[in-house]
């Protein structure tokens, strides 16, 4: 079993019997007064209950895919625990600006993978801006879809509208993009010049 398979399956046994038992999903959740007394990992398990079917199979459907192309690059470099670690960093880093700025609200409840699969989809995105990504059945260039994630998601953090947490979408893709460079500071220019060199095929 690979080390996507693996997160996806622990991913759906923990929120699958966080469904069932409220107490885990207590236990698990982002909530900041937890946090701020010393419950420190919910930082990180926040990332392995989800809402509800739809939540959980969109994250892990996306996970599935990139995760085992970015497995396949990543691992020859930082070995399965590194790919490991890269992903859990991403859980936990797109939730700390959320922690900063709620840890006084009581209210505030934060949960899903989002932000380590957002990592995960653009650090894919890095390497290949042009690779056709199906987005509700439509082909869309990856590149194309990175703006408009990272637009709407800015736009939607401002609104305020719904209960999901774009904020952690975007520092997500944020880790992924300087996890990457970081790995590899040529990447940035690879990027550039594939960016301005279209190829769809």
Do not use: C
């Not at 929120?15 to 701020?36: E, F, H, M, N, T």
């Not at 990592?119 to 042009?130: D, G, R, S, T």
């Not at 990856?142 to 209960?163: H, L, P, T």
Request: aromatic residues 14%; glycine residues 8%; charged residues 10%.
């Amino acid at each position: 079993m690979t080390a996507t398979l693996a997160l996806i399956a622990v991913t759906v046994a923990v929120s699958v019997a966080a469904w069932q038992k409220p107490r885990l999903l207590d236990a698990l959740i982002y909530w900041p007064p937890a946090v701020g007394r010393g419950e420190y990992w919910r930082l990180l398990t926040h990332g392995f209950i989800h809402a509800d079917g739809a939540h959980l199979v969109f994250n892990m459907i996306t996970f599935f895919f990139f995760g085992r192309v970015m497995e396949r690059v990543l691992v020859p470099h930082i070995g399965v625990a590194g790919f490991v670690l890269f992903y859990l960093a991403g859980l936990v880093l797109a939730m700390l600006p959320t922690h900063l700025r709620q840890r006084g609200n009581p209210n505030y409840r934060g949960l899903g993978a989002s932000g380590a699969v957002s990592a995960v989809l653009f650090a894919f995105i890095l390497l290949q801006p042009w690779a056709m990504l199906l987005v509700f059945v439509i082909p869309v260039p990856a590149i194309v879809f990175a703006a408009a994630y990272v637009g709407y998601s800015i736009w939607a953090e401002k609104q305020a509208r719904d209960n999901i947490n774009h904020g952690a979408h975007l520092w997500g893709a944020a880790w992924g993009v300087l996890f990457m460079l970081g790995l590899e500071p040529a990447l940035l220019q690879h990027f550039f010049r594939a960016l301005f060199s279209p190829s769809f095929g």
